[in-house]
C-alpha cells in the first residue's frame, strides 16, 4: 500500500473571533503580514484572512463579525488542536516576556525545553499560541530535524530522558564530520 507523501505544512486555517480583532492579534502582535482576505468559499458569511508567518507559507483564520474575542481557554481534549507554535530569533524570544506585558498579555514566562526554550500565552480567542526558539543552528545544507533526529539516537543510547545540549553538540559534531570533506586524520 502506497503512502501519501507530504512535502511540508501547506497552510493552516483556525477559527477566529471578529475581522478587526483577528487583524489586530496576527499582525498587531504576532507581526504577520496581512496578505489577502476573501470570504470563506465553504460559508461566504464567515471572512477568509491570509497571514504569512515568516517562512513564504500561511496561517488563514475565519472571521465572523458574530463572534467576539473571550478569556475562555478553548478545548484540548483528543483530537483538538493543543496549541500553535512559531519560531522566533533568540533575540526576540529575550524580549517576549515585556512585550506581551506592554500589551497586557498574560504568559508563562521562559519554559526550558532542553533543545529550545517556549513562552506560551494565548489568543484572544483562547487558543494556546507558543513562541519557541532553538537553542542551535543546524550545520549548512541540514535542518534542525536533522539535528533532532541524530540527538535523539544519541540521548537514547545514553539512556537519557530528554534531548539536551550534550546531545545537540554531539549530534552537531558527527553530522558536519560525516558531510565535510578533509584530508586530515583529524575530522
Known sequence: MHKLQTQGVHHITVTGADRQSTIDFWE????????????????PKQGHLYFEPGDGRLITVFTSENRKPGDKSIDQGQGYLHHLAFNVSKVTFDQLVDRLAA???????????????????????????EMASYRFEPPAGLTHTDVLHRAHLIRVAAGDSQIDTVHLADAITALVAENSNSLSDNN
Open 103 to 129: 500589551r497586557g498579555i498574560k504568559n508563562s514566562g521562559p519554559k526550558d525545553r532542553g533543545f529550545m526554550d517556549s513562552i506560551y500565552f494565548r489568543d484572544p480567542c483562547g487558543m494556546l499560541i
Open 28 to 43: 498587531g502582535v504576532l507581526g504577520m503580514p496581512f496578505v489577502f482576505e476573501q470570504p470563506n468559499l465553504d460559508d
